[in-house]
């Protein structure tokens, strides 16, 4: 089977990418390498020193013998679009490409266009190209369970039955998310369900949670295979931030209460849930969404983990409750559904088990690269 990976040079993608390589599948790697750019722009950098992507693809085909595919270019411009898919000719597009960082948007208006232009568009673009020419092709779209906002109801997957002055319906799960980037994705997903209703493609959303980790099988064969892992106030997530902080001896910035209660997953388990979805496509015409994620905790829980782990190693962490930058509820209700994606056979890996020790370890090897500027954060929602 064909899958080309969107957004392969990132994070989620390039695990991904190798991931399937290994198992067999014939992959591509679509990336314009804008998230390098905005690194470069915003002046932060990822704790590990990540290879160029030609680097990282020779290396790979040295160590495997297996070629990834590689178009570099943005899926905002419709031509370059069209030709790359025409090349390679998917049965599957896994979709990672976009601008995925909350505060990002958040910086102000420009930076707010960009991400819903940026995000909207190239997900519209990918589904007029897959209505004109790849109509039998499946999506599997990256959404976020961030779209579902913090109901004080139980979170379902994608959509809730509803008896509403003596009728029934099962519709969408209503959306309330906290920032501009959460809200391109409730845009996208709206797009999708669309397209799939008018034009009878298939896809599949996955609302994933929070990824935490470096290591998956494949990046961990080669140094030069090495993902990226982000610590910084804009792109850095909690749980991989607070054990980098820990390693340098930072207290973990808790934002507020720490109440604030998501679903997190190991990046291995991200490479497996694509590969499940890959491997069972979504009927024509249906658009179906599955809650990506583990395994819940607050933040304030996490960092309770991160410090009793990091004690355990000989490191002194404290917790600091910062001043929340972010406007959002730091105590709530929180019980999402995520059955959908163990039920077609994923196995989680989970947090307690071993990859807060292999996390922190990575933190230690590469802490002499973190800038300690870049720890606190500088993106407020409020101005
Ligand atoms: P990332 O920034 O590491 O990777 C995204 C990649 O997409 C980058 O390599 C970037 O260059 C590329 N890209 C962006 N816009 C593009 C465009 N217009 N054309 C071509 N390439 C483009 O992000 P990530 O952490 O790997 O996240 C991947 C996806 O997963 C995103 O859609 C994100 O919303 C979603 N997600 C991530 C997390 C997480 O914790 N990292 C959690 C839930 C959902
Ligand atoms: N937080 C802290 N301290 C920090 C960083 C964050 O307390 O140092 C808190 C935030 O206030 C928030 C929670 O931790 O309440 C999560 O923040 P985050 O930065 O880890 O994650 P978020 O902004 O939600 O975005 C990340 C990814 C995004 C993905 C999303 C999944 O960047 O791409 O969509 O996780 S979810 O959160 O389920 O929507």
Redesign the pocket.
């Known amino acids: 089977m064909k899958v080309l990976v969107i957004g392969g040079d990132g994070y989620c993608g390039w695990a991904t990418a190798l991931h399937l390589a290994n198992k067999g599948y014939e992959v591509g790697i679509l990336d314009n390498l804008i998230r390098r750019h905005w690194d470069a722009k915003l002046g932060v950098d990822t704790l590990t020193p990540i290879a160029p992507i030609h680097q990282r693809l020779q290396r790979w085909k040295d160590l495997t013998g297996k070629h990834i595919d590689l178009y570099i270019g943005d899926i905002n411009h419709y031509d370059f679009l069209i030709k790359s898919l025409r090349d390679f000719g998917p049965d599957s597009i896994v979709h990672f490409g976009e601008q995925?960082?909350?505060?990002y948007s958040m910086i102000d208006r420009e930076h707010a266009v960009m991400t819903q232009t940026n995000n909207v568009v190239g997900t519209l673009n990918i589904l007029f190209a897959m209505r004109d020419e790849f109509p039998d092709c499946h999506l599997v779209k990256l959404g976020?369970?961030?779209?579902y906002g913090t109901p004080n109801i139980d979170i379902e997957e994608g959509y809730i039955e509803i008896e509403h002055n003596g009728r029934k319906d099962t519709l969408p799960y209503p959306k309330q998310p906290?920032?501009f980037?959460?809200l391109s994705?409730v845009h996208d997903s709206h797009n999708i369900h669309f397209a799939c209703k008018i034009w009878g493609l298939r896809a599949t959303d996955l609302n994933?949670?929070?990824?935490y980790g470096v290591l998956t099988e494949e990046t961990g064969m080669d140094e030069l295979l090495v993902n990226r892992l982000d610590y910084d106030?804009v792109?850095?997530?909690?749980?991989n931030?607070?054990c980098i902080q820990a390693a340098i001896g930072h207290p973990l910035?808790?934002?507020?209460k720490?109440g604030?209660t998501?679903?997190l997953l190991d990046i291995r388990d991200t490479v497996r849930c694509i590969e499940i979805a890959v491997n069972n496509p979504a009927e024509p015409g249906n658009f179906r969404v599955f809650n990506q994620?583990t395994e819940l905790f607050s933040?304030g829980d996490l960092a309770m983990m991160v410090k009793k782990a990091g004690t355990a190693m000989g490191m002194n962490v404290e917790i600091d409750n910062v001043a929340?930058p972010?406007v959002?509820l730091e105590e709530h209700y929180f019980n999402a559904k995520n059955t959908k994606l163990l039920d077609l056979g994923l196995q989680p890996h989970f947090l307690s088990d071993s990859l807060l020790d292999s996390l922190l370890h990575f933190a230690v090897k590469y802490k002499h690269r973190v800038d300690h500027n870049e720890i606190l954060?500088k993106v407020s929602w409020r101005r």
């Open positions: 995925r960082s909350a505060p976020t369970m961030g779209e906290g920032s980037y959460h994705k994933q949670g929070i990824v106030g792109f850095g997530t909690a749980l931030r607070f910035t808790v934002y507020g720490g604030q998501r679903g994620f933040v929340n972010r959002e954060p």
